[in-house]
């Protein structure tokens, strides 16, 4: 089992599927982003084997510095050879969540 409704809190034992979980959200992120992903791991409470957790994955994606606005080009469907003009100082950027969330089609 994997998620809590709203507003629910609470701890289960550990589920060998968080790990299968974890893989295949680990392939759907790589395909979405490819290299632009420098690093996806599973960290937290379920990524530690019989530990006692709330069932959702903590996923962490690092990405190379510039790597949002790459994001954004994907996010969007466009062409990603070139990559886009760095945005101006102080603009506000994408939010990095609804980006990938978005490029993988959610």
Do not use: C
């Amino acid at each position: 089992m994997l998620g809590l409704k709203h507003g629910i809190n609470t701890i289960v034992d550990h589920d060998p599927e968080w790990s299968r979980a974890f893989m295949e959200e680990r392939a759907r992120i790589h395909a979405a982003i490819g290299t632009v992903a420098r690093g996806i791991e599973h960290y937290g409470s379920t990524a530690v084997d019989g530990l006692k957790a709330k069932p959702i994955l903590d996923i962490l994606v690092g990405v190379a510095p510039g790597s949002v606005q790459m994001l954004h080009v994907f996010a969007a469907g466009a062409n990603t050879e070139a990559p886009p003009a760095p945005p101006s100082q102080g603009a506000a950027l994408p939010n990095f969540k609804d980006l990938l969330l978005r490029s993988l089609g959610k």
